[in-house]
């Protein structure tokens, strides 16, 4: 019986595609494990209070708002950020850490919300109060800071881990679109700033007249915590110039960590952050390696063959001759 033998470049051929594979397709896996956590705190939540409350609305949320506990709770809480007397930013014993209280209103698991950024293809819920815990979970409205009620005066300040959720922030564009959907309606926001700042500027993100505000807050650069990246979105009003409503936020769509468009325009997307643009594009190699290797694969099991039959024609042409 003849043992076939596997040539050294065979051998390093399967390595280096299994290598491409492992560089550009793990970030994907690891994309969709966290989101089915996060769709866990999602289903719960939109299963218990979202559509059930809307359902029950006639003939709009807008109505039922005065009798609902958990509004009055949070529009009180929210009097006394604009009063300046909700306690200091990031309060550990503030928004968010009584969860008898939240309990109390109807908050349950301290979830007031889902956001949903669709150039990050987020689809994550809104926990009150920046807890360790709440982190993990999903993203949190820094205590201190508005709750989500769409009010004419407000500054929501919203928390995420910049490894996990917030890892492409610094793709943002102003236009950009951001939706916040709780028990009671969804409130529609467009980018219109990014800013850097130090780590103990709270008045970046505090409340400006007039405005309703969704900053979007995480650590820069990339892989370190010197630094704060803010976004700023500011409220899309149904009939206002550049916006005609509610503005479809998206959601989460499983494909797109896999897409090697969406992977390349991200690594030619300008970023200030020397470790992510690294890791960029080292997944635009790993998929190179996922096509280069077997193409060239395929190109060298084709030319013996091509090679005899050129022989075979020689040959038959001297057979011929001679």
């Excluded at 089915?36 to 719960?44: A, F, I, P, V």
């Excluded at 990031?90 to 209280?101: E, I, K, M, R, V």
């Excluded at 370190?224 to 009939?239: A, C, D, K, M, N």
């Excluded at 080292?282 to 996922?290: H, I, K, T």
Aim: hydrophobic fraction near 40%.
């Amino acid at each position: 019986m003849r043992i076939r033998r596997v040539s050294a470049g065979s051998i390093i051929g399967t390595l280096m595609f299994l290598a491409g594979a492992f560089i550009f397709l793990l970030p994907g896996f690891d994309v969709l494990r966290l989101q089915r956590g996060y769709d866990r705190e999602l289903e719960s939540f939109l299963g218990r209070d979202s559509l059930t409350l809307r359902e029950d609305a006639e003939p709009s949320a807008a109505e039922t708002m005065p009798d609902d506990d958990a509004y009055r709770f949070l529009l009180s809480y929210n009097e006394h950020v604009i009063g300046g007397t909700a306690g200091a930013v990031n309060d550990p014993w503030g928004l968010g850490s009584d969860t008898d209280a939240l309990e109390s209103v109807g908050i349950r698991d301290a979830v007031v919300g889902v956001l949903r950024v669709e150039r990050l293809n987020l689809e994550v819920p809104i926990f009150l109060g920046a807890s360790y815990d709440h982190m993990e979970r999903g993203c949190a409205i820094i205590s201190g800071t508005s709750a989500p009620l769409g009010q004419p005066t407000s500054n929501v300040v919203i928390a995420g881990h910049r490894g996990t959720l917030f890892r492409d922030i610094e793709d943002i564009q102003p236009g950009d679109t951001l939706t916040i959907e709780t028990r009671w309606e969804t409130l529609s926001y467009r980018a219109v700033e990014s800013r850097i700042i130090s780590p103990n500027d709270a008045e970046a993100i505090a409340i400006q007249n007039g405005h309703d505000i969704v900053t979007v807050l995480t650590c820069h650069p990339y892989g370190y915590s010197l630094q704060r990246y803010l976004v700023f979105f500011e409220r899309v009003q149904p009939g206002s110039a550049g916006g005609t409503g509610e503005l479809d936020g998206g959601g989460f769509d499983s494909l797109a960590p896999f897409s090697p468009v969406r992977a390349i325009s991200e690594a030619l997307a300008p970023c200030d952050s020397i470790q992510l643009r690294a890791e960029r594009w080292l997944r635009v190699a790993g998929f190179a390696l996922l096509v280069l290797i077997p193409t060239l694969r395929l190109l060298t099991a084709c030319r013996p063959r091509r090679h005899k039959r050129v022989a075979a024609h020689s040959a038959e042409r001297r057979r011929q001759s001679g």
